[in-house]
């Protein structure tokens, strides 16, 4: 993507499922859905379960 679109439409953003912070997915998404920072944290605890 090197076109950069004048977002048209503020798409409703599903909420982070730990936190509840505005996550980067849209709300048609399907499973849970976490933001940048809780999905880094899911990512790190998966990383060094133990
Ligand atoms: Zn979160």
Redesign the pocket.
Known sequence: MTQTTPTPDAEALAD?V??G?PTEYPASTRGAT??P??EWQEAQRTACSG
């Open positions: 982070c730990l936190c912070e976490y933001c920072v809780c």
